[in-house]
Every structure is written in structure tokens, then in C-alpha cells.
């Protein structure tokens, strides 16, 4: 076991638990904290994948942007923080039975799953190169994806809006 499998496993179990958190927290904005806690535990495995790049654009994204975005809704909608969660036992054995169901149908596809050779080049110029296929090859796709946060975001203003008389 080297260092890099070791951080892998840490990274992965802090994602997988704000996940985790993420489902079982009853208050609003402890989700998102714990929401926070995957996004950059995500960004630690990408730079652990040389992705540099994209575990940047993670944190600045995601655990910013997204998150900010997250705290307007929350604080833009009323919520009752103090929903009680109807549990029985048979959701929770169905549950249970769908995760373990899950897990060996991905552990059956992936056991035998042959990648090719290793890429050599991996660790050199990787920022570069995303900057250079976003740019030139999916120029269209990135603007298309500006415009539709775009017209996401003047819908949410619209959505928020109050109208003029209504109460609070």
C-alpha cells in the first residue's frame, strides 16, 4: 500500500460519507455543508488523477459557486427545518437489498475490465491540452452551456420574484 492508494481511500470514504451525511442530516443547510465536504473530497481525486485542472475548476465551481447558489434557495424558499421523516423497516430492507444489488452488479462489470495500455504522456501538459479541446473543439457545447445557465438563472430571479400586494 503506498501513499497515494492511502489518500485515494481517504478521499473516497470522505466522499462517500458526505454523501452519506447528505441523506441522513435533517437541517437544510448542514446538508450543504456536508454537500461541500464531497465536492472537495472529488477535488482531491482529481488532483490525485493529474487533473489538476478540473479539481480547480471543482472547488471553484462546485463548492463555491454552486454551493452560494445552494444558500440563496434555501434562504429564497420557506422550509420547515423540523420535518420528521416517516422510516419503516421494509423502505430500509429494500434499500439495503438495491445498494447490495448495486454494488455486485458494478463489481461484476469491472472485474474482468481491460483499459488497454497506460497513457505515457498523462502527467505532461494536461492543463494546457483541456484549454485547447474546450476552446477548439467544443467551442459550441461551452457557449451553449453559458447560455442555458444563463437563461437558468433569469428563470430563478423570475421564480423568486414577489409580486406586487403579495405577502410574505
Known amino acids: 500500500m503506498n501513499g497515494e492508494f492511502l489518500a485515494f481511500l481517504i478521499l473516497s470514504g470522505t466522499a462517500i460519507l458526505g454523501g452519506i ?6 437541517k437544510v ?20 488523477l493529474s487533473a489538476e485542472f478540473v479539481a480547480v475548476v471543482q472547488i471553484l465551481i462546485y463548492s463555491g459557486a454552486i454551493t452560494i447558489l445552494l444558500t440563496f434557495g434555501i434562504m429564497l424558499t420557506d422550509h420547515k427545518a423540523e420535518e420528521d421523516r416517516v422510516s419503516s423497516r421494509i423502505r430500509a430492507a429494500l434499500a ?30 494536461n492543463t494546457r491540452k483541456v484549454g485547447e479541446s474546450i476552446f477548439s473543439h467544443y467551442v459550441i457545447p461551452f457557449e451553449l452551456v453559458s447560455i442555458v445557465l444563463l437563461v437558468a438563472l433569469m428563470g430563478a430571479v423570475v421564480l423568486t420574484r414577489r409580486r406586487e400586494g403579495e405577502d410574505q
Open 21 to 26: 451525511l447528505m441523506i441522513n442530516l435533517k
Open 96 to 125: 439495503g437489498l438495491g445498494v447490495i444489488i448495486f454494488f455486485f452488479t458494478v463489481y461484476a462489470g469491472i472485474r474482468n475490465l481491460y483499459f488497454g495500455p497506460g497513457a505515457e504522456t498523462l502527467h505532461a501538459d
Open 29 to 48: 443547510v448542514h446538508m450543504l455543508l456536508s454537500v461541500v465536504l464531497t465536492f472537495v473530497s472529488l477535488a482531491g481525486i482529481y488532483v490525485l
